[in-house]
């Protein structure tokens, strides 16, 4: 009972139309990941390689690696998405179940109700795993970011050679 009166306050599926509606409606962009930007970030990784590279070429990665770090955001917003609707949903399970409840307090209770009911179980595992999956992301903008700004750098001093 309380799993259906869950599933019709959030529904995950109607909140990502929602979204995406709303995307359509301020004309935002859809952003793909370059499908060869594997590729270039295992190039980057060999600096024979990257000596080799004209400075045009430098900037063009930039970009990409830039576009791929835009990319990399809007899944990083996706996966904090998900951990609030995880949390919100936690949340209200345990609201429902609070005053049937046994502990001393709304932290006793509330750890109680999330270790021991099987929804909670279930949405605690989906958020950990959404956790780790956003900083995963995160580390590898960061590096990223890095990354392009050298690619950058690159580009001018190479430019004032030439």
């Known amino acids: 009972m309380i799993y259906e009166k869950l599933h019709n306050r959030f529904d995950l599926g109607e909140m990502g139309e929602k979204v995406e509606v709303m ?3 301020i004309g935002f962009p859809e952003i793909r990941a370059s499908p060869n930007i ?3 970030i295992n190039n980057l990784s060999d600096i024979n390689f ?3 590279l004209h400075p045009t070429t430098i900037a063009e990665y930039s970009v990409l690696l ?3 770090s835009l990319y990399l955001t809007t899944q990083e917003n996706k996966y904090k998405a998900y951990v609030n609707w995880c949390e919100s949903n936690l949340e209200h399970l ?3 179940m609070l005053p049937d409840a046994i502990g001393y307090g709304f932290d006793e209770k509330n750890l109680i109700i999330r270790a021991n009911h099987e929804k909670c179980k279930e949405l605690s595992d989906q958020k950990l795993i959404a956790i780790t999956k956003l900083e995963v992301i995160r580390n590898t903008s ?3 970011e890095f990354i392009t700004n050298s690619l950058k750098n690159l ?3 190479k430019r004032k050679r030439d």
Do not use: D
Request: aromatic share 14%; no cysteine.
């Open 66 to 68: 830039a576009s791929y």
């Open 142 to 144: 960061i590096k990223l």
């Open 94 to 96: 345990v609201g429902t």
């Open 23 to 25: 995307k359509s409606e």
């Open 38 to 40: 594997v590729q270039i």
């Open 50 to 52: 990257i000596q080799k």
């Open 155 to 157: 580009y001018f001093e």
